[in-house]
């Protein structure tokens, strides 16, 4: 033992190493978590990027800048890499760097694992990128790839797609695997599991999700692979197969994906608005068993996504009965989050400005989503603006909405040093009042019956569209702002305390900010976790 | 009690080196499967690297857990990971056995005109919506070229049945195998660890001469859903297989250089778990792609 207890002394007071290459052989939560949240933002420029182009396109009815074909790349590529690249590597980085410090851990529990879990990403990032400049373009049959476009019909560059889809659910399914293992394995010894943060709670069970989702995705790619080079009949009539099963088997996957990119964001938002509310949060036994049925939910609800595909009455009656049940424990949560704030001392600092925002925009989405779930309903928005204006709602003003709160909220913990406040709140006006031009629009286009993923439209849709791309191109911009704002914090913040907000509670604000490099050598005792609880 | 005994190990290369080898992989592959010539070395050239890379990280940690490194946490680690491991394994087999079932209960019948689909057998005279599927609608259709397919199935209860048998024996024999290691008796351990990996070995050999069987009958991977679901199914499969029996000849050099003692053991432990899971998806396979 006593070996054992000099190799971690040894190793704690040298710290993080000189050099680039330490991110490269880093096995440090930080400096992973570090990495993950600049890939994400990366990956979230480039995707933008993406989306101005389309915006661009769409400013007038008519073709304009690009060829049918490069815009159905542009749509493609912006959602596989804002889904892939962008959402899920940014949750992984806020799991990495949280985590740990929440649960009272020295680091994640398989270290070396975790390196790797990050660096597939980039390799994978650059293979999904190259299919631009590869004979026949890239991929441009949405990012739901579809069979028998993904199949008979696509350019030879969807084989190198497949293979970066795998190596992105590899990545998802380590990450996955090292979450519960540092959760249940990790805690500190005194911690019980309805102790733990709900950011913690969230990200269990959404690995759970990833372990049962990422390897039906792998399946689906496999047999898109061996359709189209091997000449097998899953997706294709004429053997005995079926399109149709494609999907089935895709949204069995790409329904608990959506769950994936939102429950982090429930347990962000379940930890910023008790900090600023000054009370704590109320229902958090219910907030648990609500993100476990979301969860479950989750699983057999895949097929109101194919409503207009085709099947029985009977199977479209239970898809819409199920999809409505997961209001039910949503609405668990907005109401708690609502009762939390209610008569709370609010202030208005910036990550409760978006995590208000939050709620109010996401719920918009999840009402939207109820619309989309009523099968007759949906006969008339499937495949509409309608549904674009939906999920962007969910996952910009949800998943992204959380993100971008999470880091304002753990920035000065992370860095040691506070973001100028003034700023953060220009921009955060800035970005939600100009993501509702873009977004709000949608839903009128959508209803008026503008199909998603076409380059031109008819005259009618020219005032939406134009004031949708205007708004598109500042929230583009806005992002700018917040790489000012991030970068300003790093170099010129003034230091943060320890516990920068008031009343926030958590294990992470009783270490030192920035936090040490190892997070806790000690585990902390019954009466510390039970003073940073969030349960009342 | 203090986190201070559990190891974080500082620095590494070889998860990049595994990325660099599976990207190497993947991009030979992917050109490999366009015909261009240099697919195939690079490929080779990934999969070198992807070895070098396994013994090189499996190397390291194989010596910290000699050199005692490891704690119990970190053995529970293990225990957590690999059983999830695992699970994500089976939910990958869930994909291929989803697809089966869909097109044995739905889709094939629907192409035969059940439930709703009374105009479907019209595309296609004379088509029968059968499982197994042996006349595809394209055989029939377009003047026989598409997925043309006249095959005769493989029987239930040949190599198949005989299969399941040496399978089952082999789950058997590696517990005996974990009871000599918790009791220390190193020669039946052995003895024990030879006789599971023989039989792998068996199934594998058997599995390779039905294939050639089920080749020469015209079932191959280009005679519809049946032939797709069945070689992907039964392929991947004798992957897991041949990757399990790898990992056992490993361990049985282990055992002989003496790694394990009756306590610690867990690198045995979780290739017996996996032989297991491997074993489990062969029986869901014996009743659902060979049987029923």
Known sequence: MSTISAVAAHDDHHGPEKG????VKTTNHKDIGTLYLWFAFSMLLLGGAFAMGIRAELLHPGLQLMDPQFFNQLTTMHGLIMVFGAIMPAFVGLANWLIPMMVGAPDMALPRLNNWSFWVLPFAGAILLSTFFMEGGAPAFGWTFYAPLSTTFAPDSTDFFIFAIHLLGFSSIMGAINIIATVLNMKAPEMRLMDMPLFVWTWLITSFLLIGAMPVLAGAVTMMLTDRNFGTAFFDATGGGDPVMFQHIFWFFGHPEVYIMILPAFGVISHILPTFARKPLFGYASMVYATASIAFLSYIVWAHHMFLTGMPVAGELYFMYATMLIAVPTGVKVFNWVATIWKGSMTFETPMLWALSFVILFTIGGFSGLMLGIVPADIQYHDTYFVVAHFHYVLVTGALW????????????????????????????????????VFFPQHFLGLAGMPRRIPDYSLQFADFNYISSIGGFAFGLSFVLFAYIVVDCIRNGKPADSRPWYSAKGLEWTLSSPAPYHSFNTPPTRAEILEESQHS | MSNQNYYIPHG??????????????????ANLMHDVSWGAPVMGLGLTILVFMMFGWFGTVVNESISGTYNKQVDRTFRWGMSWFIFSEVMFFAAFFG???????????????ADNNMFTPELWEGFKATWPLINTPGAIGQGGTAFSTSFKLVDTWGLPAINTALLLSSGVTITYAHHALRKGHRNALIAWMIATIALGVLFLGFQITEYGHAYHDGLK????????????????????????????TVILYRIQKGHFNSENHFAFEGVAWYWHFVDVVWLGLFVFVYWL
């Open chain 2, 12 to 29: 590494t290369y070889w998860p990049v080196i595994g990325s660099i080898g599976i990207s190497t992989t993947f991009v030979g592959l």
């Open chain 1, 402 to 437: 959380g993100i971008i709160a999470a880091v304002f909220y753990w920035l000065p913990k992370w860095t040691g040093k506070m973001y100028n406040e003034t700023l953060g709140k220009v921009h955060f006006w800035w970005a939600m009042i100009s993501v509702n031009v």
């Open chain 1, 20 to 23: 680039l290459l330490r991110w």
């Open chain 2, 99 to 113: 697809a089966l079932f869909y097109a044995r209960i739905l889709s094939v019948p629907w192409l035969g005109g």
């Open chain 2, 221 to 248: 991977l280009t005679s519809g859903i049946y032939g797709s679901t069945f070689y992907l199914l039964t392929g991947f499969h004798g992957f897991h297989v041949t990757v399990g029996a790898i990992m056992l």
